[in-house]
C-alpha cells in the first residue's frame, strides 16, 4: 500500500510567500509569478501596478496581519493583457404576463501577473538624533 501523508517539503516549496489583498471590491490571494483576472483597470499593457490595501502577507513561518491594512506592503502587478470573460445569460420573465426578456452579459477584465511582495521596514526615526543634540548643548 502507498501512503497518502504528503511530505512537509513539498507544502513548504509552494506556500513560501502569499498574501492577501483587496482590489476591485473583492479580496484575492496573491502569489509571486502567477496571473490573475481581476475587472478592468485603466491601465496599458505592460503597466506596473502597485496595491496598497494588504490584509495578510505569510512569508515562510511569519504572518503579518492589517487592522485593516498593513502599513507599507506592496504587491507590485504587471498588467498582460485585456479580456472579456465568458458570457452570461440573463433570463427575466414575470408569470401569466407574456413578459420575457433575455439578455447576454460580458465582464470585461484585466489580466496581471504578479511581480512581486514585500513589506517596507521603517528607517529609524531621525528625531532621536535631534534629542542627543539637544541635550549636549
Do not use: C
Request: aromatic share 6%.
Amino acid at each position: 500500500m502507498t501512503s497518502s501523508k504528503k511530505t512537509s517539503e513539498n507544502v513548504e516549496t509552494n506556500n513560501n510567500l502569499y498574501a492577501i489583498a483587496e482590489t476591485s471590491g473583492q479580496q484575492f490571494w496573491f502569489e509571486v509569478d502567477k496571473y490573475y483576472d481581476i475587472d478592468r483597470l485603466n491601465a496599458k499593457e505592460k503597466d506596473k501596478i502597485t496595491l496598497d490595501k494588504i490584509l495578510l502577507i505569510k512569508d515562510k513561518d511569519k504572518v503579518s496581519i492589517g487592522q485593516p491594512y498593513i502599513k507599507n506592503a506592496k504587491i507590485e502587478l504587471e498588467v498582460v493583457s485585456h479580456k472579456r470573460d465568458k458570457k452570461i445569460i440573463v433570463y427575466k420573465m414575470r408569470p401569466k404576463k407574456k413578459t420575457r426578456r433575455k439578455m447576454g452579459h460580458r465582464q470585461e477584465l484585466t489580466r496581471v501577473m504578479v511581480k512581486s511582495i514585500s513589506i517596507l521596514k521603517n528607517a529609524p526615526k531621525s528625531s532621536s538624533k535631534s534629542e542627543v543634540e539637544k541635550k549636549e548643548s
